[in-house]
T-cell receptor, first 109, second 112 residues
Framework: GIQVEQSPPDLILQEGANSTLRCNFS?????LQWFHQNPWGQLINLFY???GTKQNGRLSATTVATERYSLLYISSSQTTDSGVYFC???????????FGAGTILRVKS | DVKVTQSSRYLVKRTGEKVFLECVQD?????MFWYRQDPGLGLRLIYF???????EKGDIPEGYSVSREKKERFSLILESASTNQTSMYLC???????????FGSGTRLTVV
């Protein structure tokens, strides 16, 4: 099955700093999504981005499908950005997703 | 807003009990999923359904079954709960295309 690797596994930032999270996947996909899991466990969908670039406020994401990677950019980080960021990919009917292990982000004030 | 509602936030059950976890979505999504999340193991797919009365095994279906009698409701059943099923259970739904993937707030199940 598809393998999903995320880096870095842990990241500590000072408030206001920028960061880039990376997701590598082992096969072609028709679905790629980024999620944020807040400290209370709720998973929030950030981007549906099987290819191309999208932006939503301070967050943006780019997927280069031909090279099998995706990047999530966080600019001007805030303490509320803390949590775990997951990349998930899918390639089969029904669009079940395979999740990476996540990047734990801690933003300090 | 799309809502995926899980019936319980916390649940404590005894070994051997039959456990039902309920999930309801209100956006007419075709697909529904059950995942479990464990420290160090990430999210793993248990079962999913792409239509009423249809179900497909995920990566770790052993010890679980599911039911989807109505489009909006997807139930996860632990036939005989065991301590190794102590976990966070997450329900999700999406459009047929995979767009709009939305998770519920999770049920933290403890089996004693």
């Amino acid at each position: 099955g598809i393998q999903v690797e995320q880096s870095p596994p842990d990241l500590i930032l000072q408030e206001g700093a920028n960061s880039t999270l990376r997701c590598n996947f082992s096969d072609s996909v028709n679905n790629l999504q980024w999620f944020h899991q807040n400290p209370w466990g709720q998973l929030i969908n950030l981007f549906y981005i099987p290819s191309g670039t999208k932006q939503n406020g301070r967050l943006s994401a780019t997927t280069v499908a031909t090279e099998r990677y995706s990047l999530l950019y966080i600019s001007s980080s805030q303490t509320t950005d803390s949590g775990v960021y997951f990349c998930a990919v899918g390639s089969e009917y029904g669009n079940k997703l395979v999740f990476g292990a996540g990047t734990i982000l801690r933003v300090k004030s | 807003d799309v809502k995926v509602t899980q019936s319980s936030r916390y649940l404590v059950k005894r070994t051997g009990e039959k456990v039902f976890l309920e999930c309801v979505q209100d956006m007419d999504h075709e697909n529904m999923f059950w995942y479990r999340q464990d420290p160090g193991l990430g999210l793993r797919l248990i079962y999913f359904s792409y239509d009423v009365k249809m179900k497909e095994k995920g990566d770790i279906p052993e010890g679980y079954s599911v039911s989807r009698e109505k489009k909006e409701r997807f139930s996860l059943i632990l036939e005989s709960a065991s301590t190794n099923q102590t976990s966070m259970y997450l329900c999700a739904s999406s459009h047929d295309s995979g767009y709009g993937y939305t998770f519920g707030s999770g049920t933290r199940l403890t089996v004693v």
